[in-house]
């Protein structure tokens, strides 16, 4: 079990994405599994571990959106 979650700040900025018109669907959809992992100990599925790891291969995502990849990945379950 992976006991990371989502700090303070990151949430903050994921919450800021989800109601951001200029947010693009990926950008909102690991913003929404940023905050869902912010007071819990849940982790990342397989799925989105996936679109996390594509996100940050790429060159066509802004800073945030591989931001809140990275942290997605982090709490991710490790034996995975």
Do not use: C, D, P, W
Request: hydrophobic share 30%; charged share 20%.
């Amino acid at each position: 079990m992976n006991s990371k979650k989502s700090s303070s700040n990151l949430a903050s900025q994921a919450a800021k994405s989800l109601s951001s018109k200029g947010a693009s669907v990926t950008q909102k959809s690991l913003a929404a599994s940023v905050l869902s992992q912010r007071n819990s100990h849940k982790q990342t599925g397989a799925a989105m571990e996936n679109k996390a790891s594509q996100v940050l291969r790429s060159i066509k995502y802004s800073t945030q959106t591989k931001s809140f990849a990275a942290s997605v990945l982090s709490q991710s379950n490790k034996s995975r």
